[in-house]
C-alpha cells in the first residue's frame, strides 16, 4: 500500500464545525465487511446490532485544555504553546507556534506567576519546556488552557467545547485529542446498550498528535508512529478474555482502542493485562487479533485512521463507503458522524 492510495475528494461544506445539539443524533452508516452492504441509519439505533454476551470496549482517556497562550519574555511577541506530554515533574515536550520565534533559552509567559521555560528542541520541530507555577500545575492548566481543537475546526474553542470535545464516560485526564468515536454516546445509551446483555469495558489509551500527523513518505512502511500511553488493567483482560471464549464479539469504540486492543494482543487469542507505551501503525493488509467490530468517525484522506479502518474492512469498500457518505451529506471528522463496521 502507497500512501497515494487513500485519498480522496471532501468539500469543506461537509467537515463539522460544531457538534450536533444532541450526541446520539448523529448519522450512522452500518458497513458489513462480508458483503459489502451500507445501512444509513441513526446513532442511537445502534443498540439493535448488538447481541447478548458481546463486549463494547471504550476508551476513558479525557482531554485536558493542552493550549496555552503565553508572551516570550514578557514582550508583544505572543506565542502558542500546544502541550504534548510530560516527561518529568514539570517537564513537557511542546509545539510552539510560531517556531521561529522561540529559541532555546526564551522564557514564555502566561500569567505573572506562570511561565515556561525553553530548553531544548526536539526532532520533530517542537521544544523541551520547564514549568515553573506557583501552585498546582494541572489547576493552572484547567484555569488558562484552552480546548485543543484540530486544525481542520476553523473557529476559536468555547465553553461548549469544554462539554462536547470530551465523551460522557471520560475519566482519566491525559489526552490532547478527543477519542472522537465515542462523543455519540450517551448515558442514556449506554445504559440501553448493557440492558441487551453488553458488557461494557474500559480501558485506556492517551490520544497525542502522533495519532493525526501527516504522512509524509509515500511508501507507508517507513512512517513511524508516535508513542502514545495505554492502559489495559487485568479487570479489563479478564472481561475481554472471558468474552471472547464465550463466543462473544469484541466491538471496539474507535482506532484508539482498537490501537490498544491489537498492542496487548496473545497470539494465542484474547489480550494480556498491560501498560506502556505503543507506536503500533496498522495499515493493510493486516491480520486483527481481537477485534470484530469497529465504531469510528470519518477520517482524514491519507490519514493513519483511514488506513486502519481500511485495513480493517478492505480499503475499496472504505472507500466505497465514504463516497456513500459524501453523497448523503454525512458531516466528516472529529465533530461529525460515525460509521459501524461489523
Known amino acids: 500500500m502507497r500512501l497515494s492510495d487513500f485519498k480522496y475528494k471532501l468539500n469543506d461544506e461537509l467537515i463539522a464545525q460544531v457538534p450536533i445539539p444532541v450526541r446520539d443524533q448523529s448519522n450512522l452508516l452500518v458497513l458489513s465487511r462480508s458483503n459489502g452492504r451500507m445501512y444509513d441509519c441513526v446513532f442511537r439505533d445502534i443498540v439493535q446490532y448488538f447481541e447478548p454476551g458481546d463486549a463494547l470496549v471504550i476508551n476513558e482517556t479525557k482531554v485536558f485544555p ?192 482498537v490501537r490498544a486492543l491489537e498492542t496487548v494482543a496473545n497470539f494465542t487469542g484474547g489480550v494480556r493485562a498491560e501498560s506502556g507505551w505503543t507506536d503500533k501503525f496498522i495499515y493493510p493488509p493486516y491480520d486483527f487479533k481481537v477485534v470484530d467490530g469497529m465504531i469510528t468517525n470519518f477520517h482524514l484522506p491519507c490519514s493513519t485512521l483511514i488506513m486502519l479502518v481500511s485495513a480493517f474492512a478492505d480499503r475499496d469498500l472504505i472507500l466505497k463507503s465514504y463516497r456513500h457518505a459524501i453523497r448523503n451529506r454525512y458531516r466528516f471528522y472529529s465533530y461529525g458522524d460515525a460509521m459501524l463496521i461489523f
Open 66 to 257: 493542552a493550549r496555552l497562550y503565553g508572551q516570550k519574555d514578557k514582550t508583544d511577541a505572543k506565542i502558542e504553546v500546544f502541550l504534548l506530554r510530560e516527561l518529568t515533574d514539570s517537564l513537557w515536550e511542546v509545539l510552539v507556534r510560531p517556531a521561529r520565534k522561540v529559541r532555546t533559552g526564551n522564557t514564555i509567559w502566561f500569567a505573572d506567576e506562570v511561565c515556561c521555560e525553553v530548553v531544548d528542541n526536539t526532532i520533530s520541530g517542537g521544544r523541551v519546556v520547564r514549568f515553573v507555577c506557583d501552585g498546582n500545575f494541572r489547576e493552572m492548566v484547567e484555569r488558562f488552557g484552552d480546548s485543543p481543537l484540530p486544525p481542520y475546526i476553523k473557529r476559536k474553542p468555547t465553553a461548549l467545547d469544554k462539554e462536547r470535545y470530551q465523551t460522557v464516560y471520560a475519566r482519566i485526564s491525559g489526552a490532547v485529542a478527543a477519542p472522537t468515536a465515542g462523543l455519540h454516546f450517551t448515558e442514556d445509551l449506554l445504559n440501553a446498550i448493557q440492558a441487551r446483555g453488553v458488557e461494557i469495558i474500559p480501558i485506556v489509551l492517551h490520544v497525542g498528535l502522533g495519532t493525526f500527523r501527516p504522512v509524509c513518505v509515500e511508501d507507508l512502511s517507513r512512517h513511524h508512529m508516535d508513542s502514545e500511553y495505554y492502559e489495559v488493567s487485568p479487570a479489563a483482560a479478564e472481561a475481554i478474555n472471558r468474552t471472547i471464549a464465550r463466543g462473544g464479539r469484541i466491538i471496539a469504540v474507535g482506532t484508539t482502542t
